[in-house]
């Protein structure tokens, strides 16, 4: 159940740096590093790096690698501090590596319990930094704190119950004197929720249940007692605003899955955004994209904060503070993120099961487009138009690049299922019809087969800017720097530099796997690097 600790070597030079909190929230300031999962709270994925430019980016080649001892899904996204890159190899260890050489300087591995079991692989996303201490989740639901000289374990903490159904999947936010997690395992009917943590301690300082209890706001839209088993569950790492002190979290679909008919009303706050309080966990409010899922389109997406000059409703241009989604149901959103309020929607994605979103941001259903017992063919299918892998806004483009699967549908069959602890409870068969590469078994000459694509979203209007198409789909996430470039990847194995500009493809390499995890970038000497995984390895990449 606990750790072990292997020391490969000691190592050398200087310890790394304390990281504060301040450090973090003005991670701008040092671009150097990567202090958080999506580089900075505003999760926007952006780097005012500018050594690699579209006039070199071709100019790239291999610095170092790292060979991951697991085959599990890689999708992990490192943090650099100081010259040290800290990242996870599923399922739950902790590789510190010299982010110039590759060179490893300590390993800690983790032993999760046999009753760990995730509903979609045996992942972990990355961990977080504060002072000399990194925090991980794991996928047997603990919270660990490590010693990030050395990797000794400095607290482990049972989170909830692995035997339950409960996970932890995504990388940790810090804010303040605070570590904050949220719980995976909605596929087995489990009660989400979002927790605090003291730094220094372990101890629990606010918890947020992600389905409202008896007596709570919203616990009348769930029928019964559906609320005990809906899911809600969290998949990827929030963000946090200082200026309102909000942190914000996507919330995953109700359970079971496909079948609501036992779960009568819009069950929040499933498949939506909550904004907490980041002092005490208290809503301050919600916006939910899809009421009364059965089509499991979780909002496991990053929440991206943006200020923008954008026009209201009567055409009068003036400053708001955005939040920006991609949503796996299909549709781009851009919301007040002060109060909630839904300032534009549309797709950008194939939709059949809605027609469109109504003034509130509501979607209005299509009729006869919801899961049935003989299976009804909708877009998008149940993987969604996008997942989890982290989308990028750039502040000098003003746009937002979503990696996306687009005319690729689903056959939902509606099943009854029963609850019981520690079982999967979806009720229904999704039956994605995943595009598969060419000669593939699983592709069939009926399937019309879908494609991956990035795509740049002005959120001003929430028209679609440019596209990059590919020939499969992609998990990949996106990065974008202050030199206009855009990196991401695909299943096909490959790992793209674009113009973020106007999405003209400036480089292009063969990296032998499916590039799953969010790339970032970094400096070291004075040199910018880029990183990515491609099945089960880590790529670097730096100029000549």
Known sequence: MFARVFLLMCAAGTLPAQVTFDRILHADKEPQNWLTYSGSTLSQRYSPLTQITPGNVRNLELKWAFQARSLEKFESTPLVVDGTMYLTQAPNDVVALDAATGEIKWLYSYSPSREARPCCGRVNRGVSI???????????????????????????????????????????????????????????????????????????????????????????????????????????????????????WGIGNPGPDWNGDKRAGDNLYSSSVVALDADTGKLKWYFQFTPHDV????????????????????????????????????????????????????????????????????????KGMEPSADGVKIYPGAIGATNWYPPSFSPRTGLMYISAWDDVYGNFVKTNEEYSEGKRFVGGVPGTAVPALRGSQYRKPEDKVGFGVVRAMDPKTGERKWEYKMNDVTASGILTTASDLLFTGGREGFFQALDARDGKLLWKIAAGGEIAMGPMTYSVNGRQYVVFSAASSLFVYGLR
């Open 130 to 248: 504060l002072g000399n201490t990194l925090y991980m989740g794991t996928i047997d639901a603990h919270l660990l704190a490590l010693d990030a000289r050395d990797g000794k374990v400095l607290w482990d903490i049972e989170i909830a119950k692995a035997e339950a159904g409960y996970a932890i999947t995504h990388a940790p936010l810090i804010i303040k004197d605070k570590v904050i997690v949220g719980t995976a395992g909605g596929e087995y009917g489990i009660r989400g929720f979002i927790a605090a943590y003291a730094a220094a301690t372990g101890k629990e300082l606010w918890r947020f249940y992600t389905i409202p209890g008896p007596g709570e706001p919203g616990h009348e839209t769930w029928e019964g007692d559906s609320w005990k088993t809906g899911g809600a569950s969290v998949w990827v790492t929030g963000s946090y605003d200082p200026d309102t002190n909000l942190t914000y």
């Open 295 to 366: 089509w499991d389109y979780d909002s496991t997406q990053v929440p991206v904060l943006a200020d923008l000059s954008i026009p209201d409703q009567s055409g009068r241009v003036q400053p708001r503070k955005t939040l920006l989604w991609g949503n796996r149901n299909g549709f781009f959103y851009v919301l007040d993120r002060t109060t909630g309020k839904f300032i534009r929607g549309k797709p950008f994605s194939k939709v059949t099961w809605a027609t469109g979103l109504d003034d509130a941001g509501r979607p209005v259903l299509a």
